[in-house]
């Protein structure tokens, strides 16, 4: 039995490293437990170093959906961090905070307190932005983010200059005065190296805080209740089984293990409590609901000069950015590959953008057996142009597979399951070959690849969405918050419902699915969190 502690917080990742840290600077005794190991791995720090990560069983809890009809019947791969920094510290590191209608319509949904102007000055706090502090951005906080302005590629450029020929509007920071428009991605890197939470808020907290304990290896298998509040939790580590106590525990799993654990500790829908032959101590069926995700869908083609195919591919191109950011942690190597991107609507009316565009100046049509193929791109100069839905209305839901704690949980993502999302992805995968067609790119391109011009009617194009879209990794809502009971599962204050003693805070608190990546909000959700814990907010 460890001794008590005032907080518990299971799960180091994106949200619960940065709860930990700010509890721990308050004061406050935190016990964080963590089911994977260390973050201090090459291929962690090393930003373009995430396509290693992808499937990496050391760092990655390799969770694969359920056959999904609306991806014509594929089971889609769905990575998440397994390690110091959680998805923090495998994600592709784009820095998007979301529209400020998305948390406007939080703070209507009940979530009082995360309206936008409510979590506009935390994360201008957390910032410490390349680009300097304005209205929007921060600067001198703890979290570093890199403007990546600089080392364009030429296909990169003219991409940009054909989004604004398109009609597109250039923006230099989408998280400024507008999202919509075309620009280059901000990324947490700082000097050359991926900035996850594990770096940025959790180790400068441990050298400074001697309440703050972590426990790597530690997989949390229930959550101790009794007389209707949350105690502690029983883990196992290194084959052995031990429990901690605390006066609150906090789950930061994320969307797929908090729900989880919570079900395993029989908070959840009751009858598939039941058939699974656990305890129903709470019977709320919004537990493992609500799953929200962005689907996406690349097009590519072969160019007409270079493009980073042409560096990474060969032994020599690898050795030479290899030495490069060891040596002097610069180069292609020291970021993400989505250099640029943005958002657009599909349709005028909307009231904000609901379309992410993604431009990487590399192609990987042939990907190597068991790897995101990020370090070995197609053997021809090739580049892509993607897209991802913004807030999709299809909605999925997390269920046990098994009353195993070490079984993976079953994940129905029910894709494109309404006919809006297929409407939009059809407009909006037209606007990629309207991009492509002109006077910049066309030039630039040697033939379509995918999906081929031979894919032309509305049927094909749809038929294509589906056979080759997939998630872009951002799992949410399915412990959401809000004001509803019998529509939520936590309150503004992330309280379980029914539980005393018991929060939760990471991505699956999000009442809805903001506009874009998500680890901005899921660490603004570590930060506010914070707030709530300590009766700041």
């Not at 039995?1 to 308050?26: E, F, K, N, P, T």
């Not at 904000?352 to 995101?372: C, D, H, I, V």
């Not at 032309?456 to 589906?466: E, G, M």
Request: proline share 6%.
């Amino acid at each position: 039995m460890q001794g008590d502690w005032d907080h518990i917080i299971v799960g180091a990742g994106s949200s619960g490293c940065v709860l930990a840290a700010r509890l721990a600077q308050a004061g406050r005794r935190v016990l964080l437990l963590e089911a994977g190991g260390d973050d201090r791995r090459l291929f962690v720090q090393m930003p373009l170093g995430y396509g290693k990560l992808f499937m990496d069983p050391a760092v990655n809890w390799n969770y694969a959906a359920q056959p999904d009809p609306g991806l014509l019947g594929n089971r889609d791969h769905w990575p998440r961090g397994r390690l110091l920094g959680g998805s923090s510290s495998i994600n592709a590191m784009v820095w998007i905070r979301g529209h400020p209608g998305d948390y406007d319509d939080w703070a209507t949904a009940g979530a009082t307190g995360w309206g936008w102007s409510d979590v506009l000055p935390a994360f201008r706090a957390l910032e410490d932005n390349q680009a300097g502090a304005d209205e929007w951005r921060g600067a001198g906080g703890p979290l570093h983010v890199a403007a990546c302005r600089d080392g364009l590629h030429p296909l990169t450029r003219a991409f940009l200059t054909a989004a604004g020929q398109a009609g597109l509007a250039q923006n230099a920071d989408f998280n400024g005065a507008t999202m919509a428009g075309v620009g280059t991605y901000q990324q947490t890197v700082a000097g050359g190296r991926r900035n996850s939470t594990a770096r940025a808020f959790l180790r400068p907290a441990l050298r400074r805080h001697r309440g703050l304990k972590v426990v790597t290896g530690a997989m949390v298998t229930r959550v101790l209740i009794r007389d209707g509040r949350a105690v502690g939790v029983d883990y196992c580590r290194a084959g052995q089984t031990d429990q901690a106590v605390a006066g609150e525990v906090i789950l930061s799993g994320g969307a797929i293990n908090t729900p989880q654990l919570l079900m395993l500790s029989g908070i959840g829908p009751g009858a598939h409590l039941h058939a699974m032959g656990l305890p129903v101590l709470v019977d709320n069926p919004n537990v493992g609901a609500h799953l929200s995700d962005h689907q996406g869908i690349n097009y590519t083609w072969r160019a007409t000069i270079p493009s980073l195919n042409d560096l990474l591919r060969p032994w020599w191109g690898k050795l030479r950015v290899g030495i490069e950011w060891l040596a002097l942690r610069r180069g292609v190597l020291a970021r993400s590959i989505n250099h640029a991107g943005g958002f657009f609507r599909t349709d005028p009316g909307r009231d904000r953008p609901n379309m992410q565009l993604y431009f990487q100046a590399f192609s990987t049509l042939l990907p190597r057996a068991g790897e995101r193929p990020v370090l070995t791109p197609d053997p021809f100069s090739g580049f892509s142009i993607g897209l991802s839905n913004c807030r999709p209305l299809s909605r999925g839901r997390i269920e046990l597979a098994s009353a195993d704690p070490f079984s993976h949980p079953a994940i129905t993502a029910n894709a494109f399951s309404r006919t809006e999302d297929v409407a939009e992805m059809l407009a909006a995968v037209k606007m990629l070959r309207h991009i492509a067609a002109q006077p910049a790119m066309r030039p630039l391109i040697a033939e379509e690849l995918r999906p081929g011009p031979d894919v032309q009617d509305d049927d094909a194009l749809i038929h294509d969405v589906r056979a080759r879209s997939g998630t872009v990794y951002h799992p949410c809502c399915t412990a959401r918050m809000g004001g509803d009971p019998a529509r939520s599962v936590l309150d503004a204050a992330l309280h379980v419902r029914g539980v005393q003693g018991l929060r939760v805070c990471d991505a699956s608190a999000f009442p809805s699915l903001p506009g874009g990546n998500i680890n901005a909000a899921a660490i603004l959700m570590g930060w506010r969190g914070a707030d709530m814990v300590l009766g700041r907010a």
